[in-house]
């Protein structure tokens, strides 16, 4: 039997209205508000108000008309995170076109792939690394392309470009499209084979973000909110969130190098984050690693079990299965929320509420320690073909180790097979040039098939367990799902990556790679000199180390699903090296494939 929730739509926005114009009422609502940050060359960080962001992207627009684009033209841009992203977005869809984003990290390849598939033959690139690939996907694909800037200077000289497109052009151009048009060409990450074009709508973007704003209120309402956006915007999570932030009034700021972010998270005090699970592993083991350097590793061991058990007694009386933390707990959580929390909250700069976990499956422990360090943990839902947030834990409504309840105007089901489907105003609208693979992708009752599997708990909350494709059947005939198993040994603070291997094969097996910072502070706290990762995958006492994580892992599940061996690679698994997409989504096939002689000799031994 199907199990179905769903929530009701809150937003009505009229057809022929586009993704400006909810803009262009927030514009005029509040022009003096700060609708971004910029850096002012100094540590610090200057306001850039709605009216003169409107400004900027007036202008540049009138630039992309004046070079020859045209409503429903295609535009590329290639690019990391930031202010300049954010204007050329706007400026594209003020002048009527589409925006083809482009991970700034692909390779000619793969930009040549979606040039082509894409049409685009203007393309905003950031660096002279983007320039080259873009150019030499261009020639290797036999077609022209020109390629602008995409810096302050850039911006100011396709202003100067459009100084003659008169105001009633813009407009003209502007007003061209409506809710059922193409807003962007967001392309798939291709871990099931070539990217794919996912056209995502205006009313995609608009409708959603209309509704996702007041289901959401407990996060990003209630005063001044800001955000630092540090995601590939060319992901469409980090894209809609950033629309969702332009028209509810929420400040964005952009760090685009990870390297920074500390420094950027305690200057810009944002309120509430956007971030995947690998981030939060990595805090995790980062503090773990600090109280052990300075002498507080029991300590902080006792405040993050304190953590999680807290929050899990929330989590049981939200379920109406217990009375919460009972007073013992709570006088202990009291006293770490003296001395320890607050020194994790300062990480994320010290005044952030809540954080939005999406991208991959969060390992609920995390979820429970940082909710329980006073770091509200929404986990949510979604994929490129749903626009991204499809489901979200709310505070007040959040239950750990689900990813939450539909947004408003969306139905989830879970067909008989398990597999998760969606319909509602969030969903695209098929593949571009791919009308074969548009329709496979929606059932007859017009649903998305989503590819994962997963269920629904009584009060509508979704569970996802895996993915379809990915579920292993041992030579026994037992059926092993990978995510649980990978999520909990990921978290060990010197694994990287996980692959749980064994389809087919008398047990379930794994290869694991190593964290390179995890690994320096590993050795460091075992008063070892610096091991290379051909060393460490050899040293008898980090094997032991990743046997904890195995071990946890193997606690969930029966001994037929259990891992028996592992593999430690003496190499890593990257974006570079093919074996991460650049939303660090494992290419589990490709690591298989291109791994297939340690797979063997795993179950020679």
């Avoid at 929530?7 to 022009?31: G, K, S």
């Avoid at 049409?119 to 390629?147: D, M, P, Y």
């Avoid at 379809?468 to 909990?488: F, H, M, Q, R, S």
């Amino acid at each position: 039997m199907m199990q179905e929730a769903q929530t009701d739509q809150v937003a009505d926005l009229p057809a022929e209205t586009n993704v400006t114009d909810r803009f262009l009422a927030v514009a005029a609502e509040r022009p003096h508000a700060p609708a971004y940050a910029v850096r002012n060359g100094a540590g610090g960080w200057l306001d850039v108000s709605y009216a003169s962001f409107l400004d900027q992207v007036r202008a540049a627009a009138k630039g992309l008309i004046a070079l020859g684009v045209e409503p429903k033209s295609m535009v590329g841009i290639m690019a990391p995170t930031s202010y300049e992203w954010a204007v050329i977005d706007q400026a594209i869809w003020f002048a009527g076109a589409v925006s083809v984003p482009v991970y700034e990290t692909s390779s000619p390849m793969q930009v040549q792939h979606i040039l082509a598939d894409s049409g685009a033959r203007l393309v905003f690139t950031a660096a002279a690394r983007h320039r080259t690939a873009v150019e030499r996907a261009a020639a290797q694909g036999g077609f022209e392309v020109s390629v602008v800037p995409l810096d302050a200077a850039g911006l100011a000289e396709l202003g100067r470009a459009g100084r003659d497109v008169t105001d009633e052009a813009l407009e003209a151009a502007r007003s061209a499209n409506c809710l059922a048009d193409i807003a962007s060409l967001v392309y798939t990450s291709g871990t099931t084979g070539k990217p794919k074009g996912a056209r995502i709508t205006h009313a995609n973007f608009a409708v959603g973000a209309a509704n996702i704003l007041p289901f959401a209120q407990g996060i990003v309402g209630g005063g001044e909110q800001r955000t630092l956006m540090f995601l590939p915007l060319a992901h469409v999570l980090a894209h809609a969130v950033q629309y969702i932030c332009l028209v509810g009034g929420i400040q964005i700021a952009h760090a685009s190098d990870l390297k920074t972010l500390t420094t950027d998270l305690s200057s810009f005090h944002p309120t509430w984050l956007l971030a995947v699970p690998r981030v939060f592993e990595k805090l995790d083991a980062g503090a773990a690693a600090a109280a052990h350097e300075g002498g507080t590793a029991k300590i902080f061991a006792a405040a993050r079990a304190t953590a999680i058990q807290y929050s899990e007694a929330q989590d049981a009386e939200a379920r109406g299965e217990g009375n919460g933390p009972g007073a013992l707990l709570r006088a202990r959580h009291a006293l770490f929320d003296k001395l320890v929390y607050p020194k994790i909250r300062r990480i994320l700069g010290g005044s952030t509420k809540y954080t939005v976990s999406g991208a991959s499956a969060l390992n609920p422990e995390l979820a429970h320690f940082f909710r329980g360090a006073g770091l509200g943990m929404q986990e949510g839902y979604g994929l490129t073909e749903t626009t991204a947030p499809a489901t979200l834990n709310i505070p007040g409504h959040t239950r750990i180790g689900s990813v939450g309840l539909p947004v408003p105007g969306t139905t989830v089901r879970i067909a008989e097979d398990q597999e998760i489907l969606i319909r509602g105003t969030i969903v695209f609208d098929g593949y571009h040039g791919q009308p074969e693979a548009s329709a496979a992708a929606l059932d007859e009752d017009g649903f998305f098939r989503t590819g994962d599997i997963g269920r629904l708990d009584a009060d509508g909350y979704l569970y996802v367990t895996g993915r379809k494709k990915e579920i292993i059947v041992t030579a026994g005939g037992k059926n092993v799902y990978p995510t649980p198993l990978e999520e909990t040994i990921r978290s060990a603070g010197v694994v990287s990556q996980v692959v749980v291997v064994g389809d087919g094969r008398p047990f379930v097996g794994a290869l694991v790679t190593l964290d390179a910072d995890g690994l320096a502070q590993w050795a460091k706290a075992q008063g070892l000199s610096p091991l290379s990762l051909a060393e460490a995958s050899a040293h008898e006492g980090l094997r032991a180390e990743v046997q904890k994580a195995v071990d946890l892992a193997n606690e969930s599940v029966s001994q037929a699903e259990s891992i028996r061996k592992f593999t430690i690679l003496d190499t890593e698994l990257t974006e570079e090296s093919g074996h991460l997409t650049p939303s660090l989504k494992l290419q589990r096939n490709v690591v298989i494939t291109d791994y297939a002689g340690a797979i063997e000799e795993l179950y020679r031994k």
